[in-house]
């Protein structure tokens, strides 16, 4: 409520909110009140969650959308997954699909009383495919209890909105930017047809399913590749180590071409030095 009243526009990953039912009625009434007056958007980012709630899924592992992620960061996320699963008791087990159930509920009631949702999944978490995982979030809305349209809208009108946007993206209206995805199925009578893709439009230039397989094959092959895993390595460890560890570790690799100055110098002063006295100049 205090980031409420200071002009907080979102709270992701059910930050202060995911734990509804913790509260009495009049409580959760009042929370979600205050959240619906000062539009303070909500980002469940339910796939992120899910995996939290059961990091030890043999799904996760065995999902056959991996190939479309670079090793590097698979492999960071079967270590993240062992590291999280920590406690693997009954009791433990039992607790986080108890929370699961919870923040779910949390999110279906939030959207009743009309608090704003907006579809995030949060890359690079573990299992967070890019692209599959926002069809995933919109699932999980559904499940959560949002029904279809609007749990579209939380990935299309409302993100829109949210960025102040509107006018030129979020719905299909002319004079907006012509960006679509053509669907064999109606997601608005089951959200699984979001992944019966048959074409899509970017920019106004049209994407059959030939031309989409290729670019998902081209994907597939470069997941050997390092670069961009590296990047994002890289930049989850800069996220994660304190200031002083990274300054200290910056000083370490700006004292390395230092030294190496500092040694070619010397030696070239004693290389001087030698033909120096070897000429008789001094």
């Known amino acids: 409520m205090e980031a409420a009243a200071a002009g907080q526009r979102s709270v992701e990953h059910l930050g202060g909110v995911g734990d509804l039912a913790a509260l009495d009625s009049v409580a959760v009434d009042s929370v979600l009140a205050i959240l619906v007056r000062d539009s303070v958007w909500q980002t469940p980012t339910l796939s992120v969650l899910r995996v939290a709630a059961d990091p030890l899924d043999p799904a996760l592992a065995s999902d056959p959308r991996l190939r479309y992620v670079p090793v590097t960061l698979a492999a960071l996320w079967g270590v993240v997954r062992r590291i999280a699963a920590g406690d693997t008791s009954a009791a433990r087990v039992a607790g986080r699909r108890a929370e699961w159930a919870r923040q779910r509920a949390s999110v279906g009631r939030m959207w009743r009383a009309g608090v704003p949702i907006l579809a995030g999944t949060d890359l690079p978490n573990p299992y967070t495919i890019p692209g599959f995982s926002l069809h995933a979030e919109l699932a999980l809305l559904v499940e959560a209890g949002l029904p279809p349209r609007a749990a579209l809208q939380a990935a299309t009108r409302n993100a829109a909105r949210f960025l102040d946007a509107g006018d030129s993206l979020g719905t299909i209206e002319v ?14 009578a089951d959200i699984a047809n979001l992944s019966r893709i048959i074409g899509v439009v970017r920019a106004g230039r049209f994407l059959d399913r030939n031309e989409l397989d290729g670019i998902l094959a081209t994907v597939a092959r470069k997941r050997w590749r390092p670069g ?46 030698s033909t120096g006295r070897r000429e008789g100049l001094f």
């Open 228 to 273: 961009a895993a590296s990047w994002i390595l890289a930049g989850a460890i800069v996220h994660r180590v304190p200031t002083a560890v990274r300054l200290a570790a910056l000083g370490l690799l700006l004292s390395i071409p230092l030294a190496a100055w500092l040694v070619r110098r010397r030696r070239r002063r004693a290389r001087a030095a």
């Open 175 to 188: 004079g907006k930017h012509a960006d679509l995805v053509l669907l064999d199925g109606d997601p608005l």
